[in-house]
């Protein structure tokens, strides 16, 4: 069973940066659709950021809120992979439990169009508080 694990969650003063880790446990695959989510209290989940990669080939996409200030990328080690989420200038809005989330069988366009309800396998969820 995939299994994933965020850390890396905290608070900080606007302006500040936080790295996001997740760490996805028996994954096997050479492709994947990694994204990484968040809900603020009384709000929607939304997608901050994806990741398709297949094979050598990456695509990312960003929500217009946080693109140029968020980046996504991946690792990968045998039966294990590991994504990211760096966070800079860092606002009070972007308070929120933030989790990763995979969907092994989305790819490339596919990937980058899905809903939260898309992705198979989440995190359990870490919380972000920035304060002003």
């Known amino acids: 069973q995939v299994q994933l694990m965020e850390s890396g969650g905290g608070s900080v003063q606007a302006g500040g940066s936080l790295r996001l880790s997740c760490v996805v446990s028996?994954?096997?695959?050479?492709?994947?659709?990694m994204g990484w989510f968040r809900q603020a209290p009384g709000k929607e989940r939304e997608a901050v950021a994806r990741?398709?990669?297949?094979?050598?080939?990456?695509?990312?996409?960003?929500a217009p809120s946080v693109r140029d200030r968020f980046t996504i990328s991946y690792d990968s080690a045998e039966n294990a992979l590991f994504f990211y989420l760096q966070m800079t200038n860092l606002a009070t809005e972007d308070s929120a439990i933030y989790y990763c989330?995979?969907?092994?069988?989305?790819?490339?366009?596919?990937?980058?169009?899905?809903?939260?309800?898309?992705?198979?396998?989440w995190g359990q969820g870490t919380q972000v508080t920035v304060s002003s």
């Open positions: 989330a995979i969907a092994p069988g989305l790819l490339g366009p596919a990937c980058h169009g899905a809903r939260s309800a898309d992705f198979d396998y």
């Open positions: 990741l398709s990669k297949v094979k050598s080939v990456e695509t990312t996409t960003y």
């Open positions: 028996r994954y096997t695959s050479s492709r994947a659709c």
